[in-house]
């Protein structure tokens, strides 16, 4: 069995992510995620994060990126919170709000790519 981490303490904070989705995050949780052959959690807390989607069968992050994660600031603490989770073997992909909204073929795509390997 594979366990990580998990940090009781954010719980509150993953259930009111859960209930108030981002535009981004709902589409494709509506319409890919939600239905897909494997289970994919929301708003996951491994460690001392809480990731937007993990799909444990495939050892799979999912990332949706607002503009904060495009910042000096955002883009430095992803790569320190990427690099932790990397470290337990999970594989990130990420996504940006951009890419959801006006290339959705191809997020599903590159989704699908991960999902059959």
């Avoid at 366990?3 to 890919?32: A, D, F, G, Q, V």
Wanted: proline share 1%; aromatic share 14%.
């Amino acid at each position: 069995m594979f366990y990580l981490p998990y940090n009781k303490k954010l719980k509150k904070r993953s259930k009111e992510l859960r209930k108030n989705m981002t535009i981004t995050e709902k589409k494709l949780w509506k319409l890919y995620l939600q239905k897909c052959e494997y289970t994919v959690n929301r708003q996951k807390i491994i460690d001392n994060f809480i990731v937007d989607f993990y799909c444990a069968a495939k050892k799979l992050i999912i990332e949706i990126d607002g503009n904060q994660h495009y910042t000096d600031e955002g883009k430095a603490y992803d790569e320190e919170r990427s690099e932790i989770l990397e470290g337990y073997g999970l594989t990130i992909i990420r996504f940006s709000n951009y890419e959801v909204i006006n290339d959705f073929n191809g997020v599903l795509k590159k989704l699908n790519k991960y999902m059959r390997e």
